[in-house]
């Protein structure tokens, strides 16, 4: 099989922990991960104490040494074009993922973004339409929180935050709302 990306270096047996065994690329460190075995990998894994909890600073870092495939790409098992999923939404990186083959795609460097984000344990959360959602839904807030600071100014926006979380505390929030509304 040949890597997605350089589409010309035959992907090799490797592994991207101890027992978690990958087709890996050597050009470009993306790795070829069945989903398969992955599950087993995580199920064994679930509860592992030896697992080390993020430090601060290490997303940036795995950021630094992600090499993410912009373009769409082909899975080597069946020839499909593969799903890009985003895995969170202030982060650009995506996880490739074919729904045929079960097989899940990762650039150089993204298990080490996936550990830093505390997601290498849950990745196949990541394909759902519920994450997927959610970051859409994430993605929408940041945008409306930005354009409304660019118009009011940070300290005004952190006095709506703050009336904000008031208000979702109220017994009160849709006669509150009403009478705002009717200004």
Not at 3 to 26: F, N
Request: net charge negative.
């Amino acid at each position: 099989m040949k890597c997605p990306k350089c589409k010309l270096t035959d992907l090799r047996a490797t592994r991207i922990e101890e027992d978690l065994p990958a087709a890996g690329c050597s050009t470009c460190q993306g790795a070829l991960l069945s989903l398969l075995y992955y599950r087993d990998w995580a199920e064994r894994h679930r509860n592992d104490p030896m697992q080390p909890l993020p430090q601060h600073g290490e997303v940036d870092d795995a950021l630094d040494d992600v090499k993410e495939t912009s373009t769409a790409i082909m899975c080597p098992k069946c020839s499909r074009l593969m799903t890009k999923y985003k895995i969170s939404g202030c982060i650009a990186n995506r996880l490739d993922m074919c729904p045929g083959c079960d097989e899940a795609w990762l650039d150089g460097g993204e298990w080490g973004l996936l550990k830093a984000l505390e997601l290498s344990h849950k990745m196949p959360i990541v394909f759902t339409e519920q994450w997927q959602r959610n970051i859409r839904r994430q993605v929408a807030e940041d945008t409306r929180r930005g354009v409304l600071k660019k118009i009011i100014g940070e300290q005004a926006l952190d006095q709506v935050e703050e009336f904000k979380g008031w208000l979702k505390r109220n017994d009160h929030q849709s006669d509150i709302l009403n009478y705002l509304h009717a200004q």
